[in-house]
């Protein structure tokens, strides 16, 4: 017999959730391994020891990240020296077209 689920949940004498929950435990009756999962918490797991490569790895990993941000710190810097240049280069250029323009 197959049955619809939405149909199941339509019920309005106890509201979707009262029905929702009897439709649930009526189908997980008879699931009888589903009580015997094990939750396991967080301090049932353990932590793998970290080989030396993983060490190592985690070591290179801190080191590129130190290079990466004196890098973009540089690469900012350089920027603004850049922005400064290009403000003066400009100003220069427009006092150049000025005097032509005089002359």
């Known amino acids: 017999m ?3 689920k939405d ?5 309005s004498s106890n509201g979707i959730f009262g ?3 009897k439709w649930l435990k009526a189908r997980t009756q008879e699931l009888d391994w589903l009580p015997k999962l094990k939750v396991s918490s967080e301090e049932e797991v353990e932590t793998p020891e970290e080989s030396e ?5 985690k070591a290179e990993l801190e ?12 690469a900012i ?10 403000d003066v280069y400009v100003a220069i250029a427009k006092a150049l077209e000025r005097e032509t323009k005089r002359a």
């Open 53 to 57: 490569e993983v060490q190592a790895l």
């Open 7 to 11: 149909k199941e949940l339509r019920r």
């Open 2 to 4: 197959v049955q619809r």
């Open 63 to 74: 080191r590129v990240q130190a290079v990466k941000e004196r890098f973009k710190t540089m």
């Open 19 to 21: 029905d929702y929950h």
């Open 77 to 86: 810097k350089v920027r603004k020296e850049c922005d400064e240049l290009r």
